[in-house]
């Protein structure tokens, strides 16, 4: 039996506040790159052994509007109750 992974599952990117770092339990499962690929310059996004990706959010779009389970806040600088350029 392999030796369990200590490392935490998702950990956040050092290099892009946007992505999280997701642990790679099995790497001989990943596809390999094809191998004309140039390499990429400047820091990597994630360490060794984690893969990128964008970091999840805690709301959903329905167009414009973010939907969250919270219920809405007003904002305090609101005073006009949205009527602002409507003649």
Do not use: F, Q, W
Not at 29 to 42: C, F, M, R, V, Y
Not at 67 to 81: E, F, G, I, S
């Amino acid at each position: 039996m392999p030796p369990k992974d200590e490392r935490p599952a998702v950990i956040p990117s050092e290099v892009d506040p946007d992505i999280e770092c997701v642990r790679v339990d099995d790497p001989g499962s990943l596809a390999e790159p094809p191998g004309d690929l140039t390499p990429a310059t400047g820091p990597k996004p994630c360490p060794d052994g984690y893969l990128p990706r964008r970091r999840r959010r805690d709301y959903h779009l329905d167009g414009k509007r973010a939907v969250t389970d919270t219920p809405p806040v007003r904002n305090p600088a609101d005073t006009d109750n949205g009527t602002r350029g409507r003649g």
